[in-house]
């Protein structure tokens, strides 16, 4: 059996080696910046079939991981995450708004303090007795795509 079909010393060639591919010769994984995660499955976004993730924003990743996910609920992160629920339990409709946006205005403290987000608002849903929902929308201020004079235009809202 022979080591090839290149001649030894050949100067394009080395020795031994076949100079064919089958199919398409393997590219650069897509390395994202921070994974998309899904708060309802508490699972990360596949882009395609090829299993590359979806890249998002770092501090767009950090708002979703800390406003969806309950604390306690990582058994890694223990302290990541809000007490949104527990915060809100069983109160009156009318404080719920202040408790809330108190609880993920404490939740992201230091995001809005190192100039990260602007938190815009949290608002809750209390339709279903025991159960309240909140959309939290805050203006990621690291993004590329966030113009100076206009943050408000891109303004982001996360279902928690």
Avoid: W
Avoid at 107 to 114: C, K, P, Q, S, T
């Amino acid at each position: 059996m022979p080591a090839g079909d290149a001649p030894a010393g050949a100067p394009s060639e080395t020795a031994g080696f076949n100079a064919v591919f089958v199919g398409a010769a393997p590219g650069v994984p897509f390395l994202p910046r921070a994974e998309a995660f899904d708060p309802s499955t508490k699972r990360f976004y596949l882009q395609d079939a090829n299993g590359n993730y979806i890249d998002v924003h770092p501090v767009d990743q950090i708002m979703a991981l800390r406003c969806t996910t309950l604390v306690g609920q990582s058994k890694s992160a223990t302290d990541l995450g809000t007490r949104l629920a527990i915060v809100c339990a069983r109160q009156p409709s009318s404080r719920v708004p202040q408790l809330a946006y108190s609880e993920v205005s404490r939740v992201v403290a230091d995001l809005i303090a190192n100039g990260d987000i602007l938190l815009i608002s949290v608002v809750s849903n209390t339709a279903v007795r025991g159960r309240n929902l909140f959309a939290i929308t805050y203006v990621n201020l690291r993004s590329e795509s966030t113009n100076p004079q206009f943050p408000l235009q891109n303004a982001t809202t996360i279902n928690a």
